[in-house]
């Protein structure tokens, strides 16, 4: 059974460790603790991870987070992925640091990346994994601070954090989205 796993972010070392890389940041961790590599291909770096039965493909675009719908599209198709087999993982201004929401469809929530992914795939359903990255910024400064790198104080939750995540990666491809959203969401 195939899973195509997307890490939200923006290519280049300016973005590498800023908030709105948090889908890049957990698919590094999670290939780095299964020691696989990404390797650059079409429209992004990819990676397989093999689990339990399960292939995951996953995919880091490469076409900036404000056009992720042609390279979600493009690997779903390529590898012929049920659309139910798709889990998004995006940075999330709405909620508070550290905070998982796991959901099987929903609104863009304002967010460039999932607005263009439903653009594209005419559909809102798709599951997606939001990573809070808090809201510690004043009006009108939002894109300063989602491009801003990580406190002191978050880089050291970081680490438990995205490897929780992966767990919760692992967990949606065997025991489902039901089961996985009760476990890990508000963790």
Known sequence: ??????????????????RHNIGFIILDALANASNICFEPNRLGDKA??????RTLILIKPNT???LSG??????????????????????DI?????KIRIKAKGSNGGHNGLKDIQLVLSSNKYSRL???????FNPGNQVNYVLGEWSKEEEKALEERV?????????????GLDRTMNEFNNK
Do not use: C, H
């Not at 397989?48 to 039965?53: N, P, R, S």
């Not at 709405?94 to 550290?98: I, Y």
């Not at 490897?163 to 025991?175: C, D």
């Open 94 to 98: 709405a909620l508070p640091f550290g």
């Open 48 to 53: 397989v991870l093999k689990f339990k039965g």
């Open 130 to 136: 939001r990573f809070g990255v808090g809201s510690e």
């Open 1 to 18: 059974m195939k899973y195509l796993i997307v890490g939200l972010g923006n290519p280049g070392e300016k973005y590498k460790n800023t």
């Open 64 to 66: 900036f987070m404000n």
């Open 163 to 175: 490897e929780t995540i992966g767990n919760a990666i692992k967990s949606f491809v065997t025991i």
């Open 70 to 91: 042609k390279a979600v599209n493009y690997w779903l198709q390529k590898e012929k992925v049920p659309v139910n087999n798709i889990l998004v993982i995006t940075d």
